[in-house]
Nanobody
Framework: QVQFVESGGGLVQPGGSLRLSCAVS????????MSWYRQRPGPGTERELV??????????TYVDSVKGRFTISRDNAKNTMYLQMNSLKPEDTAMYYC????????????????WGQGTQVTVSS
């Protein structure tokens, strides 16, 4: 079945950097656009889209709050996606998840309806 395994999170000071990884299995990774999402702490918070990359890696998009600081990439030979996060801010503190892009996820909910365990990113001095 489809599996997402996120890693690379941790505690970092403001201005610091982290590189997240997402190892996937159970589907043809190189045929799907993929995304990173995050869910900030606190009751009632929703998972938000952070960045998306097309199947070949030729196009990327970002939420405005991370543009210029985060870089999404992928290695289709390794079935792995990455998120390089630089100039981290306290408001980046969240649990980070990977999954298919939102349109694909909605259209193919039978395949992409579940989530991995996520990786916690905490930005604090």
């Amino acid at each position: 079945q489809v599996q997402f395994v996120e890693s690379g999170g941790g505690l970092v000071q403001p201005g610091g950097s982290l590189r997240l990884s997402c190892a996937v299995s159970g589907f043809p990774f190189n045929t799907y656009s993929m995304s990173w999402y995050r869910q900030r702490p606190g009751p009632g918070t929703e998972r938000e889209l952070v960045a998306t990359i097309t199947s070949t890696g030729g196009m990327t998009t970002y939420v405005d709050s991370v543009k210029g600081r985060f870089t999404i990439s992928r290695d289709n030979a390794k079935n792995t996606m990455y998120l390089q996060m630089n100039s981290l801010k306290p408001e980046d503190t969240a649990m980070y998840y990977c999954n298919a892009d939102p349109v694909t996820k909605l259209r193919m909910s039978h395949r992409f309806g579940s989530w991995g365990q996520g990786t916690q990113v905490t930005v604090s001095s």
